[in-house]
């Protein structure tokens, strides 16, 4: 008893030690001339003080901001600079754990530099991201977040993860959140817990990766995302082969949508009774991007209703079940359509009616990759865009490619095309050496409309100088009455000899517009991938 | 439609509503009908306000021109630490989403990159520690300290 109470005696002194400490050190501090923080007084607190009181450089200024300026000025900062932030001084000890905004990434969170582009998992040798994270968690004590983001790759712990999402979703705040997951091996993937399916806080959904998403059926209480605008699902597993529905059902005022389909969300589920619906019927609805797998698309049904589109990406092959229809509003499109290997007649039809409902488009945006598919319609009528005023080719090219033709045909059937565009890649150099085959434009018993009255501007990025393509463009720049700017970006693998040869020719072309300003760069490496 | 703000040293300001009204604070005292007279800012001197205008009206000025808006902005911001937390400070009182943004944004861009001590240097916080409580700090996070 005695011992135990001499114990809690020297506990008690060594406590009151160092506050004594702690008070005498701030009392130096301010005897330096340092302000003392202030507690927080959002909205009220004057800032007359600060610069015009005195010229004294040796004022910690910032520590006068309210904790919640504090704490947002700490949200921009990358999670390991925040944590760290805690060692400053006292008052900044806890701040960092207030910050309703948590960004675990595992590529940049033990880095020290602020990485635009992460490289691949960085691999610590004393420290695991599963600890750091997992430590992060445990000091935060569960503070409301808002916005939650985590990238884990490399050995993710699902369990753990499911607890903090869960943990996240009662303290009901939550705004945003992104989760990109992997699991290596063969554990059972994360399982969203349904309590995600009832946020009426939640603004914006991304996941991608091993997670099983399971929504509960709407006629099951009222389970819908009130406040759901941004949905962004990348390769998930599904728990039923209706689940896709029924997500999308709950959205009433999404504006952004974007979604993946392919086989292996439905893994393990067996074969569906009929076909799977993916019906997109949102009035609200402005951007829509979907990945359609190709594969075995005779198993699935695409139907897209949404009458305020504006815009539309599509990445995928036809199956018979894809309806796109309601689009008046929609502005620009952007569409690689993957090629029936049959080259049926029907698939022909298949694209035709998918086309009509883009026809009133002012931007399109087309791969090149199985483009000529665009010239088969032609047994169902020409289609014509009649608003067309930008149109771009992109992707990567190989120098026998016959698909020349579609912008010849483009051309001939956008009468208003203001911008034409050409953004490609070569595919493979050693082609260079065996490209022997010669293609020619096709000849044309007029000139297309928009070349002598409406293009203004030819844009040409990777340009190899290959013989269609000098041809393509003597042919634009004779018959382009009206364009303003030409720019040619050659393909920077080229030897400075053949960049010069180029350019030799290319200033050498007629040209009937005289306002029309050549623009020829030389080209550089671009290591990052080129954005649409 | 002109309004008249009056800053903490009694200077006053004329400027249009379709620029005031990028601070909700004072769009929220217009939609009340309160904005018909001249309306103090006991929180905001003069040079701070001066700033904070030029902001909103740039921002009506160049709402198309998401380039020119960037190159102002990144100018806009280049002030020294006493003027960064005026601005700070006032847009938060003002309630202007952007400029409170861009300031926090700045701040933070200060101390990226920076050990504990350069960034106690930068912004003259005074280190209040005794070195037994810094380890333990440090312990707690030791991931996040390792250089």
Redesign the interface.
């Known amino acids: 008893m005695k011992g135990q109470r001499r114990e809690s005696m020297e506990e008690e002194e060594e406590e009151r030690r160092s506050e004594r400490q702690r008070i005498e050190r701030a009392e130096r501090a301010e005897r330096r001339g340092v302000l003392r923080a202030r507690p927080c007084g959002c909205g009220g607190t004057s800032s007359n003080s600060l610069s015009s009181s005195s010229a004294d450089d040796y004022k910690d200024v910032i520590s006068s901001l309210p904790d919640c300026l504090l704490i947002h000025i700490l949200s921009f900062l990358p999670t390991r600079a925040s944590v760290a932030t805690s060692i400053l001084s006292s008052r900044w000890r806890s701040l960092w754990k207030l910050v309703p905004v948590l960004d675990l990434d595992q590529r940049t969170l033990f880095s020290q530099s602020d990485t635009e582009y992460p490289g691949p998992t960085t691999t610590n040798s004393n420290f695991s991201f599963l600890d750091a994270a997992s430590n992060i968690w445990t000091l935060r004590n569960a503070i409301p977040l808002s916005k939650l983001r985590l990238h884990w790759t490399s050995n993710c712990d699902s369990f753990l993860v499911e607890t903090w999402v869960q943990d996240t979703l009662l303290r009901g705040s939550l705004q945003e959140l992104n989760l990109y997951i992997f699991i290596n091996g063969p554990n059972p993937p994360l399982e969203m817990p349904t309590t995600l399916f009832f946020s009426s806080t939640l603004v914006s959904l991304r996941l991608t990766g091993d997670i099983l998403l399971n929504p509960p059926p709407a006629s099951a209480s009222a389970s819908t995302f009130p406040s759901l605008r941004i949905l962004v699902i990348g390769g998930v597993r599904y728990a039923k082969h209706n689940s896709i529905s029924t997500l999308l059902a709950a959205c009433p005022v999404l504006q952004d949508l974007s979604l993946s389909v392919e086989t292996s969300n439905f893994y393990g589920l067996g074969e569906s009774a009929g076909k799977v619906n993916v019906i997109v019927l949102i009035p609200t609805l402005k951007t829509l991007y979907v990945q359609w797998s190709a594969d075995d698309c005779w198993l699935y049904k695409l139907q897209i209703n949404t009458p305020a589109l504006e815009w539309f990406r599509f990445e995928g092959g036809l199956g018979e079940d894809v309806v796109l229809e309601n689009l008046p509003n929609l502005v620009e499109a952007v569409i690689e359509l993957d090629d029936d290997d049959s080259n049926s007649v029907d698939y022909a039809k298949r694209v035709f009616d998918f086309s009509r409902p883009l026809l009133n488009v002012q931007s399109l945006k087309l791969s090149i990759e199985d483009a000529e598919i665009f010239c088969n319609p032609y047994k169902y009528g020409i289609p014509m865009f009649h608003n067309l005023s930008s149109l771009m080719f992109y992707g990567e090219h190989r120098p026998d490619w016959c698909a020349w033709d579609v912008v010849q045909l483009m051309l001939c059937q956008a009468p208003k095309l203001q911008i034409l565009a050409l953004k490609l890649t070569l595919e493979d150099q050693s082609y260079h050496s065996d490209f022997k085959r010669h293609y020619h434009l096709k000849e044309e018993f007029y000139v297309p409309e928009c070349l002598s009255s409406h293009l203004t501007t030819f844009y040409y990025e990777g340009f190899s100088g290959h013989g269609i393509e000098m041809e393509l463009v003597r042919y634009v720049l004779k018959e382009a009455k009206v364009l303003k700017t030409m720019k040619i970006i050659v393909e920077s693998n080229l030897g400075s000899k053949a960049k010069h040869c180029i350019h030799k020719k290319l200033m050498n072309f007629r040209r009937s517009s005289r306002t029309c300003q050549i623009e020829f760069d030389e080209g550089h490496l671009d290591l990052y991938m080129m954005s649409l | 439609m002109a309004l008249e703000l009056k800053s903490?040293?009694n200077k006053i300001f004329e400027v249009e509503e379709l620029v005031a009204v990028q601070s909700e604070t004072i769009k929220s005292l217009v939609e009340d009908g309160c904005a018909d007279n001249v309306i103090p800012l006991?929180?905001?001197?003069s040079?701070?306000l001066e700033l904070v205008l030029d902001w909103c009206k740039n921002h009506v000025d160049m709402k198309l021109d998401e380039e020119k808006l960037k190159e102002y902005e990144d100018k806009f911001i280049e002030v020294d630490?006493?003027?960064l937390?005026?601005l700070?400070?006032?847009a938060?009182?003002l309630n202007i989403k952007d400029l409170?943004?861009r300031a926090?944004?700045k701040?933070?861009d200060m101390?990226?990159?920076k050990t504990?001590e350069q960034?106690?240097e930068t912004?003259?916080?005074?280190?209040?520690?005794?070195p037994e409580e810094?380890e333990e700090?440090?312990k707690?996070?030791?991931?996040?300290?390792?250089?």
């Open positions: 903490s040293d006991p929180n905001v001197d040079k701070t630490q006493a003027v937390y005026d700070l400070l006032a938060n009182y409170l943004n926090c944004q701040v933070a101390l990226k990159g504990p960034i106690r912004l003259n916080i005074v280190n209040d520690f005794s810094e700090i440090r707690e996070n030791l991931w996040a300290f390792e250089e």
